[in-house]
């Protein structure tokens, strides 16, 4: 039996009663400060970004900024049918390299930060050298130009390659989701919630220069790179920067990956 000798009042008192009192601790220390670290600490689901384009309607017809304009360039667009966009013929994007439109009334200045989110898949035909899908983006000012290209095979997010070997071209929907941080060539990029960023607080810097100032163009914005078919199922832009919101089965990847958990913690407390 366990003993402990006491001190009360001056005198010494042997006692021999004990209780052994068990503590179940979660740990997630180590899970927060990831978050409070990082550069961007706001997760939000793109449905609830401020400009949701969900293919009920064409993009190029609608005014969700309300300034009375079109939120899209309307020539040369992929066709809305049942809930999806898809392109008809070589050389058919959403434009918003204009005045008055969505984008560069979000993407104003160099560190104007923004989120631009789409699910898209290939449906068909031939990948061109720079693939089958493109997003060029880039704000007013910008130092240098993002682009991210989608191929059969891979993902390319400014002159990187990612998930090399994934299969991105057999007509699966796949979630692409890009953040500008606020301050200039500070973007973040995510491919079915998966982060391309080493973290939320290493950015990846634009790589094409001026190209596309103040200006997005979503699809086959190279006739001579882009090739094959794709349907859209939504676009959706957000006027601040924001990370996705975690699946629970990623969580709980992650708080395994790093030794958190639950931990059982077993002491014993003495009573004199």
């Not at 392109?87 to 631009?116: C, E, K, L, M, Y």
């Not at 002159?159 to 090399?164: D, G, N, R």
């Not at 941080?181 to 634009?206: E, H, K, M, R």
């Not at 200006?215 to 676009?235: C, E, H, L, R, V």
Request: net charge negative; with cysteine.
């Amino acid at each position: 039996m366990d003993e402990i000798l006491a001190e009360d009042g001056g005198s010494l008192m042997k006692t021999s009663m004990m209780m052994r009192v068990t503590c179940i601790v979660v740990l997630t220390a180590g899970m927060h400060a990831q978050v409070s670290q990082a550069a961007i600490i706001n997760q939000l689901d793109s449905q609830g970004f401020d400009y949701k384009y969900e293919m009920t309607v064409q993009p190029n017809n609608q005014d969700l900024d309300g300034n009375a304009f079109d939120d899209w360039w309307d020539a040369g667009v992929p066709t809305v049918s049942g809930g999806f966009a898809a392109n008809t013929a070589v050389d058919q994007i959403f434009r918003g390299d204009f005045t008055n439109s969505v984008w560069r009334g979000i993407a104003n200045t160099a560190a104007a930060d923004w989120t631009f989110e789409i699910r898209v898949a290939k449906t068909g035909g031939t990948q061109g050298t720079n693939g089958w899908f493109g997003i060029a983006q880039a704000n007013l000012g910008e130092s240098n130009s993002s682009v991210l290209w989608i191929k059969d095979d891979r993902v390319v997010f400014n002159a990187s390659e990612y998930f090399v070997g994934t299969t991105f071209g057999d007509g699966t929907y796949n979630v692409f989701r890009i953040a500008h941080d606020a301050a200039d060539n500070q973007l973040y990029a995510w491919v079915n919630g998966t982060l391309v960023n080493a973290d939320l607080s290493t950015p990846i810097g634009g790589s094409n220069g001026s190209s596309f100032d103040n200006s997005t163009y979503i699809g086959d914005y190279s006739p001579s790179g882009f090739a094959g078919n794709y349907s859209i199922d939504y676009m959706r832009l957000h006027s601040s920067a924001v990370a996705p919101v975690p699946e629970p089965s990623l969580v709980a990847g992650a708080m395994v990956a790093s030794g958190l958990g639950l931990a059982i913690v077993r002491r014993r407390r003495w009573i004199v």
